[in-house]
């Protein structure tokens, strides 16, 4: 029996709310549960000077979690004067995932970057961030054929992730915190709406698994993100429908 | 005429909502047009060194700007590596308000830190900070009340604050981004409800101005104040009736 | 009575000596009672990032306490690797004082840079710092015009400023470092020759204050600066003389 | 056809060294190939602060790359004053898969931490510092039986880790730097001897891949690893001969 | 010839002041020519973690540049947020060069820091520093034992600092700034009284020296010291006739 | 009688092999007994700003510890944040030690980045890191004028480093650890094939030394470098054969 007493193949409430950060080109706010992450998307004709010339764009990302977001408070990164390695894995993740899914090339000299800032944590914050990042990011691209900027929309496809696990109730989808504290194996997928796989992540907490029980995760992930694609896809009707 | 169309002496709509944080002792996210700010208040039963042993509390605070909080996209100070001299300036204010209105010593060896996360920026983020951050201190003195930690309330009163300026429409209460970034002279009054001043801070910046010019933008502050505490009390009336 | 036995209305002395940095365009050393503050003005061809082809020049300031200035040893900012909060507050106050009164686009695309250290501190140095670096600003912006850079002085203004508190004497002029530790409110005021406004700024330490202890402290500080003034007259007058 | 000419199921040849660092309580220098990598693991009796008085060991590791370990040289980490994104991902890997076969509450309070110095970079430097880790944890814990800090060998596995992926030769084993750094995907395995999954990292570049190219790529690293594991029990058993 | 007239066997004009740096233990401003480099010395009644409890004392050195000590601005190593490698260099030597003198088992627990900050610089300031800087410590030593905390000066023996060269006009005592930055070869020699070596310095600037030259330089310094000593005997005699 | 039982005037055994770094354009790996120091030259067609355009050349380095090269495990400086006053010394020491044996203007614009990195440390690190280093530079060096990009070897000198020190065993040759950090005195002497000096540093831990003492290490010093010239004669022609 899991500790939210959901079935091991449930999700949890999802909901994506678009258009708060009223400057950014793209925002979604996504709930996954008690978890809250506030995505923005930000344009810039720009690029990184790796890329500058070179007739291409860029996608990137960054992550943060509000001081009080967990269960005690941590200290700020800003004022700790560094991120720390999680932050830093989790932001190289959200923006190497929606890089997999964008014609970068059909960007021109594009920059955007992605802010997922946590608001509330209660486990799968890497997660819910990809998935409201696509959202974000789909706005901004949105806008920028609106605005003529680019003729039709660089994306090759649409992202979400969710985290399965091994817990003391078996294999289960979409861990919250108590659940992530305690599992023996814990998994993230970033998967797309056509099936292919973009990122997987598995690691053994105490004791290794086997091949047969990640292939049961996956199964979890593979049935748990539909129903992420479908809050993203009305959370994206909802938002052009207002533009027009 | 100002560009929003107001009345000198009119303020911005206001709305305190409390709870949005589930795992802070006490949480406001606070509106002024548009500006929003969320503010925490995080209890830890631990002062800073300086104050150990000494037998009493301690208030500070932390202000941040989610990166696209403005126009156009800040870079995260957790990734530039420190705070800024503005947001250092902007902290210690917040803090220093809020201990000159709380009794120190009858909170006991108590530290509460203030979260002020600013996610929409529309000038006067400094002012909706301590005004939103006094509503979640006030909560969680409340719940310390209540699960007889603390025997009363530590406050000797109520503070909110609110930006003046001279601007090409004259002296105006409640400045927005518009206005604060043309105004001759720009001032900050954090006052409490029983007509005590806390903090002034006034600066002119391109033209000094007078001693005149100063008294009329205290007045305009002075009733300005009035419906900043009016919102924080029906914040603070709301929240409490819930935990009842 | 106040602990130095000095009248409520009462300065310190003031002394400003100039000259001491041979190679800054302009230096003045500021002792205002046992505070002493050497402030150096730096004269660049080449204006920050913000203002560059744009035409105007810019002044900004730095501080810093030498790390035995004060009773104990404090430590040396640079082997912290950062800039405190209050310093970084100091020299923003500074910086802003100086620029109300220069003539930025007067100045043609050159920057000053302003240095404030202090080598003994005794309440104050803030303000003995704004009043020793317009003498220092003074000084390089008349070299300018000796040396056919620009051809008037781009001052708008001559500033000086004071702090003034509410102490178990009552109101007082020019506090030093024991009625500083123990004021019920410490005010400090930037003000013109010709009686404006350049910066105000006010803190209750414990308990709010009222308007009209405010405007006591107003008007102490109107009196007090006028001996400012007359101590930056001699140290510019003197200088002027040596480099004709 | 690989670049190298490898078959697609070849890994390069591997060589794991003992000893070479003379102060450490035990050390690997591992070569796969071109890319070359020196372990050290260092043995201190003090755990972390948040194991304090638990009763429970540590493992942890650091990752460095010599400046001039890759193709054009590096700015050394040390001089830019933080450590990569890319580094404490890699590092925070290596830790977790060593602790996922190690029993730390068996070891006590001690800590072990592993450093990881790439002194030749041709591609794979995480995995072959995973594999070299391994022998230098496995010899450091060897030597505390022996002085009879601790009664058994507190390990529950054996470890190594292989990196797949897809290229234009199809599906291949152990890329080297020229394959990794045009490959459609990448993924790396840390596996033990008795066939657990420690770590599964599976990263499309460009595009999604299927799980059928996924489950592919498994099969290969199942087989590579058996040749990492023999070349560990050499190392093992060439090392604790000589010390007895 | 040398650039400014001097023969070569002809020290710069040396003044030590005392006393101008109140709240510390023991001060000295030194000027050596256009050099002026203010020395204070602080007691703290608490050692390093490394000699805690150990019956040990320990002496430091900071060392500093005002921003414009010299011809052009440099950046403040506070704002930099490090201390570059020359900042280091300098002060680990002025430490090492006092603790050479220093009977630290005989100061019992206590930690003196030298801080030696460079007001105007034309060259030689690492030497002034520690010429200065044994006057401050032989001031806070005399300070300790006045009052009683100690029996006798700690205090093996006086040394003084200079700098020789080769320069076009030959082998030359106590470089100037001209001088320094156009040697061949520049040398510093921390001697004693009694003719001891304490440091010793010599670096080829752009081709190798002999062992002749290296000796002329040597006896150069020997001589120039003595009016050093004699600086700082008529510097200690003033301020210790005043504290009687 | 040393530790080691070696004569007053005996040198460690030293070997020095090259190539180990297979993309620098010159390494060293040289061993003066137990202590083992990477040393590789990196070029590139890019010479620091203050040298642009100038038609000069530059050559610098970097130095490092692995962090278990010691006795017991040093924090890693990369980690730390910054590297210690020691490291940026040392390496300080390095670069102008060889850009005194180099023709910079016969290199053109290129500069050269020598890194060294102790794997294991038993004393003398830096001096063999300057015998290494002038090896790999030589090396790289080399590689310019077989490939045609400079006509000649712009070399003065070649130049090995040696540190003497006065010990329980009176004056010695190449000290090692045990003897290092009980030394009296400690001189490191950087000399040139023709008996030029480079680099004199000499220090005396707790008792100044005498003139005589200090012409007594001088003495061992210059012997014992000629074994160093040897091993790096033996290494260069080693490496040359190679490419040829």
């Known amino acids: 029996m899991r500790p939210s007493g959901r079935a091991p193949d449930a999700m949890r409430p999802v909901i994506i709310e678009t258009g708060i950060v009223r400057h950014a080109e793209g925002s979604a706010m996504i709930r996954v549960g008690g978890t809250e992450v506030l995505c923005t998307a930000s344009v810039e004709q720009r690029v990184p000077p ?9 996608v990137t990302a960054e992550y943060g979690m509000l001081p009080r977001a967990t269960h005690s408070r941590g200290q700020r990164e800003a004022s700790k004067g560094k991120q720390s390695g999680r932050t830093q894995e989790i932001q190289r993740l959200i923006g190497r995932s929606l890089r997999a899914v964008t014609d970068l090339r059909a960007m021109g000299e594009i920059c955007i970057t992605i802010d997922c800032d946590v608001i509330n944590a209660d486990g799968g914050t ?3 961030s990809i998935t409201g990042a696509w959202v974000a990011l789909r706005l901004a691209l949105g806008g920028l054929v609106r605005n003529r900027v680019i003729r039709t929309l660089p994306l090759n496809g649409q992202i979400a992730a969710v985290s399965c696990g091994l817990t003391d109730a078996g294999a289960v989808l979409d861990l919250d915190y108590v659940e992530d504290s305690a599992a023996q194996a814990d998994t993230n997928f970033v998967l797309t709406r056509t099936g292919g796989i973009v990122e997987i992540q598995g690691t053994a907490e105490a004791t290794p698994f086997t091949e047969d029980q990640f292939m049961t995760l996956f199964g979890l992930a ?6 992420l694609f479908s809050a993203q896809d009305e959370a994206v009707a909802a938002a052009e429908s207002q533009t027009r």
């Open 50 to 58: 790796f890329l500058r010339g070179k007739g291409s764009g860029w």
């Open 126 to 128: 890497r997660c819910a």
């Open 222 to 227: 593979r049935n748990g993100v539909q129903m």
